[in-house]
């Protein structure tokens, strides 16, 4: 697979398209937001905003993406600038984060209790009225209805992360964020989970979905955002973003054990 090379020259200005911009408004709004560890950057004055869809977050590992996922679920604040999540701060705003959900690239994960239990233990957490019904429709949703009895510590890894995006659909979210979900997933499972995606954002809901393998991007859809050491350095439709980083000069460097 094709991972975001390093660059080798400075990125033109970020490209704007018309449904991923840099705005103030939008099922997510990120104004301006930087987030610091004592001395080191985990993001830097990062600003953009996007409606219901697949929009998809490039970076390589490291580059602030699960920092950004955390301020915009409210587990962490930003030390500048604002976030906002369907109008309202998620961090002061207790009934806005139980409309957003999140994938974890963690394993976050009970091996003791079957997908089922996991799942309707999220559905619990959440207050869903009907947490058997729910849990069911999430199961169906990743295909793991068959298999729902079984302890998750008996899964595969493909087969684990489909269990975390039924427990974060369960709640029936506007908004979903997703931290390196397609890892561990074979070819089958990929497709078919990009399919759950764009069938969610079709429905009216923001699906946000981190990624550093390029070849997974442009399968997740047109909308991009690219991030690299904290910033954001481009956003936009991946075919023109593509395009840029073709015309970029790449360094290729070659070693061998017994140079001649």
């Keep these: 697979m094709t991972t975001l090379p390093p660059p080798a020259a400075p990125l033109p200005p970020p490209v704007a398209a018309p449904d991923?911009?840099?705005?103030?408004h939008g099922m997510i709004a990120v104004?301006?937001?930087?987030k610091f560890f004592g001395s080191v950057v985990a993001v830097s004055e990062v600003s953009f905003a996007i409606n219901e869809g697949v929009t998809a977050l490039l970076g390589p590992n490291g580059a602030g993406k699960s920092t950004l996922f955390r301020m915009l679920c409210g587990l962490t604040p930003a030390?500048?600038?604002?976030?906002?999540?369907?109008?309202?701060d998620p961090r002061q705003d207790r009934s806005v984060r139980g409309r957003i959900s999140l994938v974890p690239q963690q394993d976050a994960?009970?091996?003791?209790?079957?997908a089922a239990e996991f799942v309707s233990f999220a559905a619990q957490t959440h207050a869903v009225p009907d947490p058997n019904a729910a849990t069911a429709s999430a199961l169906e949703m990743v295909q793991l209805t068959d298999v729902g009895v079984k302890p998750v510590g008996e899964f595969s890894k493909g087969m684990r992360q489909r269990v975390k995006v039924a427990a974060a659909l369960v709640n029936d979210p506007e908004?979903?964020?997703?931290d390196e979900p397609l890892t561990g997933l074979d070819p089958l499972q990929r497709r078919n989970m990009i399919a759950l995606f764009h069938r969610l954002g079709d429905e009216g809901r923001c699906v946000l979905v981190s990624s550093h393998v390029l070849d997974e991007v442009a399968r997740l859809g047109s909308r991009v955002l690219v991030i690299a050491q904290g910033r954001l350095i481009a956003s936009g439709d991946y075919h023109d973003?593509?395009?840029l980083m073709d015309d970029r000069a790449h360094r290729i460097r070659i070693g061998?054990?017994?140079p001649r």
Excluded at 175 to 178: N, P, R, S
């Design 175 to 178: 908004v979903l964020i997703l």
């Design 109 to 114: 994960l009970f091996d003791h209790l079957t």
């Design 79 to 88: 030390s500048r600038g604002n976030v906002e999540v369907l109008g309202k």
């Design 256 to 258: 061998a054990s017994q």
């Design 241 to 243: 973003l593509r395009e």
């Design 20 to 24: 991923v911009v840099v705005a103030q």
């Design 31 to 34: 104004n301006d937001v930087s």
